[in-house]
């Protein structure tokens, strides 16, 4: 079992930047991908960014593209979503998440998840 805890979620003004950092315990995440997912009140949750705990190979949607940074720092079992010049659209619930399926921008039937932190972008 997999547990993962979200933080760094807040209230910041268009063109702000914001760190979120997803810390996981337990087993081990080799083999797996790690990433986040958002999910804006009235929408559905979309695919923002994943990263293989293995390699470190890294996956983008492309509204995050050039925007966002994910990285990780397996010493500290911690996964990071360094989020520049953010736009009210982006503000959403986000959710860290663990399983191979984000490689492919998958959003259900993750094997493992966060509480959710929220990111508020006023303009």
């Known amino acids: 079992q997999v547990q993962l805890v979200e933080s760094g979620g807040g209230l910041v003004q268009a063109g702000a930047s914001l760190r979120l950092s997803c810390a996981a315990s337990g087993r081990t995440l080799s083999g797996y991908a790690m990433g986040w997912c958002r999910q804006a009140p009235g929408k559905n949750r979309e695919f923002v960014a994943a990263?293989?705990?293995?390699?470190?190979?890294?996956y983008y949607a492309d509204s995050v593209k050039g925007r966002f940074t994910i990285s990780r720092d397996n010493t500290k079992n911690t996964v990071y979503l360094q989020m520049n010049s953010l736009k009210p659209e982006d503000t959403a619930v986000y959710y860290c998440a663990a399983d191979l399926g984000l490689q492919t921008g998958r959003t259900s039937g993750l094997e493992f998840w966060g509480q959710g932190t929220q990111v508020t972008v006023s303009s």
């Open positions: 990263i293989m705990w293995s390699g470190g190979r890294t």
